[in-house]
């Protein structure tokens, strides 16, 4: 069981990155994916989650109409899009799985884990 995110890195505020994760191991269908970060010295926050049953993606208030995520089941991949970005959205970035039909917000209710990708807003 794999989840690999990629595409963070230093950016100026008000860019964009696009991060991605793809999963392998398991049926990617099946799970729900979420979106995480961690800033230095905080705890996990979801700020974006996709669900496996319809599809519906929901977000964090800090993120909305900035954040995008998108799902594609034939690559077992999810995206996450990150505009008008700002110092304060500095964090490593995880995709998470969870065996659930809905999404749930609770970092412990995920069954798989990516390896996180550094996003670094300069002002």
């Known amino acids: 069981v794999q989840l690999q995110a990629s595409g963070g890195g230093l950016v100026q505020a008000g860019g964009s990155l696009r991060l991605s994760c793809v999963a392998s191991?398991?049926?990617?269908?099946?799970?729900?994916v979420g979106w995480f970060r961690q800033a230095p010295g905080r705890e996990h926050e979801g700020i974006a989650c996709?669900?496996?049953?319809?599809?519906?993606?929901y977000y964090v208030d800090s993120v909305k109409g900035r954040f995008t995520m998108s799902r594609d089941n034939a690559k077992h991949t999810v995206y996450l899009q990150l505009n008008s970005l700002e110092p304060e959205d500095t964090a490593i970035y995880y995709c998470?799985?969870?065996?659930?039909?809905?999404?749930?917000?609770?970092?412990?209710?995920?069954?798989?884990w990516g390896q996180g990708t550094q996003v670094t807003v300069s002002s």
């Open positions: 191991g398991f049926t990617f269908d099946d799970y729900a």
């Open positions: 996709t669900s496996s049953s319809d599809g519906t993606t």
């Open positions: 998470a799985a969870d065996y659930a039909p809905t999404c749930r917000t609770r970092p412990l209710e995920y069954d798989y």
